[in-house]
């Protein structure tokens, strides 16, 4: 029997070994680096501004010098008949061919190339404001992830503060009814509180375990502990206090329209280059090839040269390059109203978000002191259905309105921060870096 308790014992530890070797704890800054590295769409774009920073190169080759090199060898046969009196010019006869040709050309006037690689800028430009943009994103889904997680813990303590409370206040109301001091009616508005507590401590740790699955689809990894939010967290006011420099701030830095003006910029020349269309191109040609060859009339052998200049005039497509023009008019329309949309959508944030970080503090304060009024409440209403003066209807009421004082506040912290990230977000200055001071308020 010793042996075998031993045996339980040592396979418990191996157990305990093994979950706390595999289960990680970490902070807001930790989980984003881990999600930087990790995050399906975050490295989605990421690949895409990799693929576009090619299209510098690609734009450049087309202006550069262009060698080919061709080559052929060929068995022949020939069945040669004629009439007259040549003598020997008729018969069958079998012979190889083989040569090669070594062609260059150089573009000297070709419009819509020239114009194609300053378009190559203006694409890698609106890469790149879409790639910090993402980066931003990424930061401000990290934290909203990573305070739904903090959102459902606490959920879970008021829950479980409020089921110990109302087990208690469920048992005194028992007792008081057994010895004649209260209505059977105390004691089922205490199981009715009782039970919805139960309920909520039940939604509260699923809440939990959906929150760190949340965190998983980000960083691919099972996050086990996470740093709480600490009473240290300070209420700072945006800098300027004022919503429409904010705005003006939107406007001049948001990545989103960075990008739509690059896009833009992008569209324009498109036209350029499809209105290119009908201009004549000049190249310089120049090719060098050898040429060996068989007859009944003997072997040729012939080594050529030529250089020159070529030039193509384009005089109808078909309404090709129209129609091509007239597409690329309409896909600027097209950049121009997303550009307005971006910048109807950044005041828009903006004014929100800095309204948000202003109400949330008050927001804060107030609830703040709630809490603290609404537990001296809960003793106070406690205290009189002890004396009798209270019944069980007021104890659970005031037990519910102390969780929701307590739920509002940690929510109002929660919204705070995620609207002082919002705003830098909008006025695009957002950076990892601002996640460094949040952590200052988070704790073990």
Known sequence: MRIISLTKKIFFLIFVFLFAANSLSADLASIYSLAERNDPTYQQVISKHRAILESKPQARSKLLPSLDITANTKRNAQDITTS???FGS?????FNSHGYSLNLSQPLFHRDRFI???????QIKESEAKLAKAQQDLIINVSETYFNVLRSIDNLEFANIEVKSLSRQLEEANK???VGLSAITDVQEAKAGYDLAVAQEIQAINGIDNAKEQIRELTSKYID????????IKLIKPIPEDINSWTELSIKQNLDISAANFALETARKEIK???AGHLPTVDIVASHGYDSTGGRFGSTRTDRSSIGVELNVPIYSGGLVSSKTREAHEQYNVAMHYL???MRTAQRNTREAYLGVISGISQVNALKQAVVSSETALLATETGFEVGTRTAVDVVASQRATSKARRDYSNAKYNYILNTLKLKRAAGILSPDDLNLINAWLTK
């Open 84 to 86: 007259g009196s040549s």
């Open 90 to 94: 008729d018969g069958e006869i079998d």
């Open 116 to 122: 194609a690689l300053s378009q190559a800028d203006s």
């Open 176 to 178: 008081r009814f057994e």
């Open 225 to 232: 502990k996470y740093d709480s939010l600490g009473e240290n």
């Open 273 to 275: 280059i499809r209105s």
């Open 340 to 342: 307005e949309k971006a």
